[in-house]
């Protein structure tokens, strides 16, 4: 009877360990054995048919910093042929069978919050458990692959920005770089690890500095302090290349950030490379519990228009002790009052309502920038010739009526005008550009008429930029009569329509 009894402890002691009861349950049992009935009464709750079958475990910890796959052996001459996985939410494509090797991958790993699991591997034996343990690194608090450490951008979304053009698109996993020399530079990017989002070297600086796109992070909660860092480098010119901080719930541009320490001055110097990290911090506590995520952009193909990353890093339980206070550089309007007609669209009354973006990335290396004028009626950015560069932004307008607008353009015919001389028109609150648009119908210094249909926004507040991004022959733009508030539709065709170039 004692024997059959340590038998006894012994088979529920396993059957507890297979389905990962803790200790005392294991107590519990033991001393239950006292009575048949008990014995058998908590035994058939664990399982009556389950024999689990064997496989190996080679890796069962899941590391959200370094982003390791899973993996596990099996001997087909125990399990059997295998069926599928089950649990947790786990869908065919989040693993491979390859050989006798089980693997699972990180990009589901990343989606498990920390804690153990298992899932099921069901053969035509029967089932095996796979046992998968994600370490707390705060994972739901931060952002994946913020260090670009998989070599690649794994966990962050691309988009192009101009024309569905991917050979332009900026942000490629061609971008990920070693976190060694800059190219044609004889010092190093100074990022974190192995990996930065550094600069292609497949191709010349020019090509590189000529694409545009968007670049977006997984979403996380804002959490500990509230405190964030990152580094960046290049994006001589904030308006163009920059850092957002976005809420998940609306898309709101929270803040927006740029290369502040990008010296304008230095680029002259033969020793400056403009591309090597530096580390900025934020306070964002205000923002805390939020869902969040960060978004880079490129809208500049010109000088020093691209972004050299690394190092996300958006949990902190104190604030970080290094790194430059970085500022807030998006747009403000301090009054949200938006009439339907946009104030001194016809630039009667010189540059009153229009703001001159200060942002040091467009002035020249003499530090001057006296770019935008009125001169015989319309808005000009040749204040001192082709060479000046600037953006310029309207006040806030609402859309009402027919939700036509109608803005004129002239000159703005440089040799890549459609990349340099552009207007945009941005949604209040996102900064979501809903139209950028080029004088594709172009004829010297007449002024083109083109149209905008913004009716789907009915109601919604909306401003112009302007931008000038280039020095050359033509690359000068013209702006006159922006009326924003039809009444009646007016009449336009196809052809006499502003294209958009955001798609
Ligand atoms: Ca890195
Ligand atoms: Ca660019
Ligand atoms: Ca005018
Ligand atoms: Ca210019």
């Known amino acids: 009877m004692k024997l059959l009894k340590s038998r006894y402890s012994l088979l529920i002691a396993l059957l507890v360990i297979m389905t990962g009861c803790n200790s005392s349950l294991i107590e519990e049992s033991s001393s239950s054995l006292v009575s048949n009935s008990d014995f058998s009464s908590s035994v058939t709750s664990i399982t009556s048919e389950e024999q689990l079958l064997s496989i190996t475990p080679i890796v069962t910890e899941f590391d959200f910093d370094l982003l390791n796959d899973l993996s596990y052996e099996y001997d087909q001459s125990q399990i059997g042929s295998i069926s599928h996985i089950e649990g947790h939410n786990i869908a ?29 591997l069901y053969t035509t034996l029967g089932r095996a458990l796979l046992p998968i343990n994600v370490i707390d690194r705060h994972n739901n608090h931060r952002i994946i692959n913020r260090g670009f450490e998989t070599g690649d951008l794994f966990g962050w979304t691309v988009r192009t920005i101009f024309k569905g053009e991917t050979t332009v698109q900026a942000f490629r996993d061609s971008s990920v770089a070693s976190n060694e020399t800059i190219p044609s530079a004889p010092f190093p990017y100074d ?28 979403t996380f909660t804002l959490g500990g302090s509230g405190y964030i860092s990152f580094l960046l480098g290049a994006g001589k010119t904030s308006d163009l290349s920059y850092v957002s901080i976005r809420r998940a719930s609306d898309d709101v541009e929270l803040k927006r950030f740029g290369n502040q320490s990008f010296d304008v001055s230095q680029v002259l110097e033969p020793e400056y490379f403009g591309e090597n990290l530096v580390k900025y911090q934020a306070d964002l506590s205000e923002y805390l519990g939020s869902a969040l995520y960060i978004e880079l952009n490129d809208y500049g193909s010109r000088d020093w228009d691209f972004l050299t990353a690394d190092a996300f890093e958006t949990y902190y339980e104190a604030a970080p002790e290094d790194g430059i206070l970085a500022v807030d550089v998006k747009p403000i309007y301090l009054v949200d009052y938006a009439p339907n007609q946009v104030a001194n669209g016809d630039f009667s009354a010189n540059l009153s309502s229009w703001t001159v973006s200060n942002l040091p990335g467009w002035r020249k290396p003499d530090g001057s920038s006296d770019t935008f004028t009125v001169t015989s009626g319309s808005l000009r950015s040749n204040a001192t010739g082709d060479s000046a560069r600037g953006l310029i932004r309207s006040s806030l307008f609402r859309v009402d009526g027919s939700g036509i607008l109608s803005i004129e353009i002239g000159a703005a015919q440089g040799s890549r005008y459609d990349k340099d001389t552009f207007v945009s028109i941005k949604h209040f609150g996102t900064n979501r550009e809903v139209i950028r648009f080029a004088n594709n119908r172009s004829s010297g210094t007449t002024m083109i008429q083109y149209f905008i249909d913004l009716s789907d926004y009915q109601g919604q507040k909306f401003y112009v930029e302007i931008v000038d991004n280039a020095t050359g022959s033509w690359d000068t733009i013209f702006i006159d009569n922006i009326v924003t508030y039809y009444a009646n539709r007016p009449s336009f065709t196809y052809a006499t329509m502003a294209i958009n170039l955001n798609y």
């Open 92 to 120: 065919a494509g989040d693993y491979e069978i390859i050989g006798t090797t089980i693997t699972i991958n990180r990009h589901y790993l990343v989606t498990l919050l920390p804690g153990n699991y298992g899932l099921s």
């Open 191 to 218: 990022g974190e690890g192995d990996y930065v989002l550094g600069r292609s070297t497949a191709v010349s600086k020019a090509a590189f500095e000529e694409r545009l796109g968007q670049m977006r992070s997984s």
